[in-house]
């Protein structure tokens, strides 16, 4: 097969486990080919094969016929191949413009770096992009959205021919979801080669051309965008129906109310919101992101300081003033942002963890061993994280592990109220459909589960009721049959508060 991109027959091993087994992949210019697999399938090692940070044990990669052989990422960026990683590599205390141009400065006639050049081309990419930023934005102060968008920016400076985008939407609201699929057009227009990973189905099908699977290491097989289906991709991925990934929603109309939110107001984000949970409900809160969602549920928690507003569970005025006050109160929260928030990603599995309960097994102040060792033991087995040793680095694991460590950091307080944001952003359906189950068996034993996603088959699927988010206020409340896609994009866009 004369592909314009032909990696054969590619074989990895780490530490005596084979990780990619003769695995095929071709591309064509002019493409967007979309790669799938659940977590650990092996997605990520091919690619970094592709793009020079490791090297292959055996099989060949081509472009154009020409067999590839580079040591590092360097020389991979030098025969036009870039990736962007889901991972973001920039550096919070450089500016936007010093970060898209690092290691790529323009220089002057005297041999400098010139900033005005710099700055040129980064307001122009800027205003092409309707990005609403500046160049002389500090990225640590930036969202991270925009800090994303930034990331792409640096790949577009460097005109490569074969384009890896990982993941990249996972942190993008719909507009800038659209101003990238936008960009992913104009490259094929331009005749280049795009290889995007998404575990968003509606994302494969909207922008993809040609879609393959891998499975343990293995190749199971690539289709053509037209001629498949949700249903065929996930079988392919999982072995299972798209109408089993989520768990059957409980009856939950007589139930007690559980919790109560009182006027939540912050400042200049969450204006005056007021709700209630019944015991067993699910609460998905939607809507674009940035009206307020994410700062309601941390100041839920303690993380953003409320200028007003009460907290009742069970009829008692709970007093959340900081995090140690809610974990204390029994009211987990999992962060958007795993790797920067939720997750200290140099230290251990066991470590984080046992992070925020150290306090339920201290005795004097001294922590006892032997319950710590079970706890963490027992928490590993639980939620099935895929780990060789505990006392091994969170960094080094899949997203999907990360993301149940997670859940076990939080779930280790024994909560009464689990406030989660964004709950599976970036990881494969096969831990989605754990996650689910666990949410739901959690809500049915009393938990009270508060979720916000800007996935709207996740809130349709997990939300007994949803509460929409507009401008920092709930436009919306929807139950029953009233919670469909476009009901719920209507009061997030305040279509229905205008009367339209």
């Known amino acids: 097969m004369n592909a314009f991109l ?3 027959k590619i074989r990895k091993t780490f530490d005596g486990n084979e990780v990619l087994h003769d695995v095929d992949f071709f591309c064509e210019k002019g493409e967007v080919h979309v790669l799938m697999g659940e977590n650990g ?4 090692t091919l690619l970094k094969i592709l793009t020079g940070v490791h090297k292959q044990d055996g099989g060949e990669v081509l472009v154009e016929g020409k067999s590839l052989i580079y040591h590092n990422t360097h020389m991979a960026q030098e025969n036009g191949i870039a990736m962007v990683y889901q991972e973001l590599t920039m550096l919070p205390h450089m500016t936007v413009a010093d970060n898209i141009f690092l290691n790529n400065q323009p220089l002057t006639k005297l041999g400098l770096v010139d900033v005005k050049e710099i700055e040129r081309r ?20 930036l969202p991270l959205a925009k800090r994303q968008m930034v990331e792409i920016m640096k790949l577009l400076i460097k005109n490569p021919q074969i384009i890896i985008l990982d993941e990249p939407t996972s942190s993008l609201n719909r507009s800038e979801v659209l101003k990238l699929f936008s960009i992913v057009h104009r490259f094929k227009e331009q005749n280049k080669t795009v290889i995007f990973i998404s ?25 053509n965008i037209r001629e498949t289906t949700e249903d065929e991709l996930i079988r392919m991925m999982v072995g299972r129906e798209l109408s089993v990934i989520f768990p059957p929603k409980d009856e939950t109309e007589d139930s007690a109310v559980v919790l ?111 319950l710590e060792k079970l706890f963490i033991i027992n928490s590993i087995d639980k939620l099935d994280i895929k780990v060789f040793n505990p006392r091994q680095p969170v960094q080094i694991l899949s997203g999907g592990n990360q993301q149940k460590v997670v859940i076990g950091k939080v779930l280790a307080i024994e909560p009464k109220v689990l406030l989660v944001d964004e709950p599976t952003r970036g990881i494969d359906i096969n831990t989605k459909h754990e996650i689910y189950k666990l949410m739901r068996s959690l809500a049915a034993s009393g938990v009270v589960v508060i979720m916000f996603s800007t996935d709207l088959i996740e809130v349709l699927g997990m939300s007994d009721r949803v509460l929409v988010m507009y401008e920092g206020k709930i436009s919306g409340e929807l139950s029953g049959q009233e919670i469909s896609e476009e009901t719920i994009m209507r009061h997030a866009i305040g279509f229905e508060k205008a009367g339209l």
């Open 6 to 8: 032909a990696m054969r």
């Open 41 to 44: 399938a092996g997605k990520s």
């Open 122 to 141: 980064t307001s122009e990419l800027i205003a092409e992009y309707d990005l609403q930023i500046k160049p002389g934005d500090l990225i640590g102060d």
């Open 199 to 223: 575990h968003r189905l509606e994302e494969v099908f909207e922008l993809g051309d040609r879609v393959t699977v891998l499975k343990d290491g293995a190749l199971v097989g690539t289709r």
């Open 260 to 370: 109560e939110v009182e006027h939540v107001t912050v400042p200049n984000k969450v204006h005056d919101v007021s709700f209630s949970v019944k015991h067993g409900e699910i609460i998905g809160i939607a809507g674009l992101q940035g009206h307020g969602q994410s700062e309601l549920l941390s100041a839920l928690a303690g993380v953003t300081p409320r200028e007003c507003g009460n907290i009742m569970l069970n009829g008692t005025k709970l007093k959340i003033n900081n995090p140690i006050d809610a974990i204390r109160a029994r009211v987990a929260y999992m962060t958007d942002d795993r790797k920067n928030t939720g997750l200290c990603l140099r230290l251990s599995v066991a470590f984080n963890l046992a992070l925020t309960s150290l306090f339920l097994r201290r005795k004097f102040g001294f922590i006892m061993g032997k």
